[in-house]
């Protein structure tokens, strides 16, 4: 095995530890999310269950296929890691201190790390010639800018009139937080991935190919979190406005929908 694949798989069997124990403690133990509020502490259970069972199977299995160089398994660990990374850089800077929060900062760190080695790797490849002459880059990079376009609106939506008025988001206050991090993460970069990976399959350049997959992968496994998120609420009897969910299923329904569009094409 090649010095670079050794240190991925480490770095992966490590993480797949540390999340499992994490989501085990989030799903199984009370004392997890006791100082959060209680739709935020049961959206964390929800997601910890997402992550335990399907999550952590789906990233041992991406591995597998990407050690043995499938080309499906590539984008499928990229998208799995860089969700990951996502959802706990909100546990490390979202829930409030508990037992968990050094596991919450070293998964951050590792699947950073982990993600950084694996899209180094991944961008040596020549990804473009993985392809058909006719794949479907204009429906692809059009849903990616729409997506991105969409959720600016609905995220500047709560931001601007709050700051205009002098006031904090309802999402900030009915949660306890100082600041929305799902905010910082989309505005800082998940929405400017969007479009960036968009524009560059546009123009045929060989990292659009690598990273819009990846991102629609990670979309779909975010919004199978998201709907762990809703029935766990709604087992709680916890009313939220799950617009966003429903928005996030259609989004999720179109984006497998192109990914297997897309991963036809494979040669």
């Keep these: 095995m090649e010095p670079t694949k050794k240190i991925i798989t480490v770095l992966t069997y490590i993480l797949l530890a540390m999340m499992a124990y994490a989501s085990y403690q989030g799903v199984f133990n009370p004392v997890t999310f006791a100082r959060d509020s209680q739709s935020f502490g049961t959206q964390g259970i929800g997601q910890d269950f997402v992550n335990l069972f399907i999550v952590a199977p789906v990233l041992l299995v991406s591995l597998y296929l990407y050690l043995h160089e499938n080309k499906i398994g590539f984008f499928l660990f990229g998208g799995t890691v860089l969700y990951i990374l996502y959802s706990y850089i909100i546990y490390a800077f979202g829930v409030h201190f508990n037992h968990l929060f050094l596991f919450y900062s070293l998964i951050v760190g590792s699947s ?16 473009i010639e993985w392809f058909e002459a006719k794949i479907p880059v204009k429906t692809m990079s059009t849903y990616m800018i729409v997506t991105a376009i969409m959720f600016y609106c609905i995220w500047l939506g709560e931001i601007i009139p709050a700051l205009i008025s002098g006031t904090t988001p309802k999402t900030i206050t009915d949660n306890n937080l100082l600041v929305n991090p799902v905010h910082v993460l989309d505005l800082a970069f998940s929405l400017p991935a969007l479009i960036v990976s968009a524009v560059l399959l546009l123009k045929k350049h060989n990292l659009g190919y690598i990273f819009a997959p990846v991102l629609l992968v990670f979309i779909v ?34 984006c497998v929908i192109i990914l297997v569009l897309f991963f036809r094409k494979i040669k």
Excluded: H
């Excluded at 950073?112 to 990804?127: E, G, N, P």
């Excluded at 009897?237 to 617009?243: K, L, P, V």
């Design 112 to 127: 950073l790390f982990l993600f950084i080695m694996f899209m180094a790797d991944f961008s040596k490849k020549a990804v």
């Design 221 to 254: 496994i975010l919004t199978i979190a998201l709907s762990g998120m809703a029935v766990a609420l709604t087992l709680q009897n916890i009313s939220e406005n799950f617009y966003l969910v429903y928005i996030f299923s259609v989004l999720s329904l179109l």
